[in-house]
């Protein structure tokens, strides 16, 4: 699984989480 994290500077950053 992974996470969506949002950045302020209006950028979307997917993190992979396990993998």
Not at 1 to 19: D, L, T, Y
């Amino acid at each position: 699984m992974g996470n969506i994290k949002i950045i302020h500077r209006g950028e979307v950053q997917f993190i992979s989480a396990g993998i």
